[in-house]
């Protein structure tokens, strides 16, 4: 399973770090990725991570804003969120393709999920 932790309440502009632990899975051979979903939105892709950490794919709307990494002897996954902006408010998602397939940013191509961590962003 996958558990996320880190959400919260920041200000425009500000930083936070969202985790995501993995366990039951076999996590160093995963690609991960952080998915989100917003008020009214649809759930789209933010970033992926290859196993190993070697290739990252960031969707244009969190490039250089965001940083995913992973820590594979701790069965983690982490998504540093700098220069925050309300649009980014969202329920984060973390995913796991345990096959890891690299390149896909299609939901169904992940087995599994986390249960969500809330980010909100105050103007």
């Known amino acids: 399973q996958l558990q996320a932790s880190g959400g919260g309440l920041v200000q425009a502009g500000g930083s936070l770090r969202v985790s995501c632990a993995a366990s039951?899975?076999?996590?160093?051979?995963?690609?991960m990725a952080w998915f989100r979903r917003g008020p009214g939105k649809e759930r789209e892709f933010v970033v992926g991570?290859?196993?190993?950490?070697?290739?990252?794919d960031y969707a244009d709307s969190v490039k250089g804003r965001f940083t995913i990494s992973r820590d594979n002897a701790k069965n983690t996954v982490y998504l540093q969120m700098n220069s925050l902006k309300p649009e980014d408010t969202a329920v984060y998602y973390c995913?796991?393709?345990?096959?890891?397939?690299?390149?896909?940013?299609?939901?169904?191509?992940?087995?599994?999920w986390g249960q969500g961590t809330l980010v909100t962003v105050s103007s």
């Open positions: 039951g899975l076999p996590f160093s051979g995963s690609t």
């Open positions: 991570i290859s196993w190993n950490g070697g290739s990252t």
């Open positions: 995913a796991a393709d345990v096959h890891g397939d690299w390149g896909t940013r299609r939901p169904y191509d992940y087995d599994y």
